[in-house]
């Protein structure tokens, strides 16, 4: 998988403006309204993405389900849960191949001090590292900006800190290592997810996705298949209850067949594009 589209990571001042349009779905019955987006967790400032469909559905939501609830602490979680006993240095666990491209990655992205991480953790700050390399900045990611959106209203989550966690450090050893392997191209991941999110390109969406998990159907079991059929049941159970939200989950959750979206429609739910 490549890890720079899990999910899944500087230009202020007189940055030109670049209007977005990503794609946006609801469903809706007599008393009950959801709406869907998604999102794109780094973002260059200059991106404007808040198109007049987002903002309804902001203005009209009384809640907000993210993938994580928005009291969550990752950053502690992630340094409890991310430290590795008994591995060998981050290089030995790239193949020789890889050694240039991982060098010039650690470089102003940890260092030495990944040698500690699992490799999961690894691969996720490489990503993180790539996605910022290629002007991505999560201070102005999806989420955050939907944080001072909602700031007042109720925000869950389908998934906790500690949950999402462990699906990773739940992986076998060799699939950890092909996130990791995945990570030194996060960079260019990260300008082709962008890319296919701001045009609202569902189909081009769903490719990078099939691409990513190419070859790791344990990795596409556990990281996406499961997940998207977990958050559609949540979503289908909330139906029954009145009420108005959005939810805001990473764009690649969204796309292509098996994602929650396809699976909403299968159950029998009328998701409509709204944007």
Known sequence: MRAGLLALLLLAGCAREIPARPALYVLRDADTTIWLLGTVHFLPPEVRWETPAVKRAIAESATLVGELPGDADAGTAFARASEGRGLPPLAARVPAAD????????KGCGGKRLDR???????????????????????????????QRFAGRSWLGLETVAGQFALFDGLSEADQRRLLRASLAAGADYRALLGAWKAGDEARLAALIA????GAPTLKATLL????ARWSAWIANRMRRPGQLLIAVGAGHLAGTGSVIARLRAAGYKVERAS
């Open 117 to 147: 991480l699992k490799s999961w953790a690894a691969a996720l700050v490489l990503s993180a590292c790539g996605a910022s390399n290629a002007g991505g900045d999560p201070e102005h990611g999806v989420e955050a900006v939907l944080a």
């Open 225 to 228: 298949d499961q997940r998207n």
């Open 211 to 214: 691409r990513s998990f190419a």
């Open 99 to 106: 050694q240039a491209r991982l060098q010039a990655i650690t």
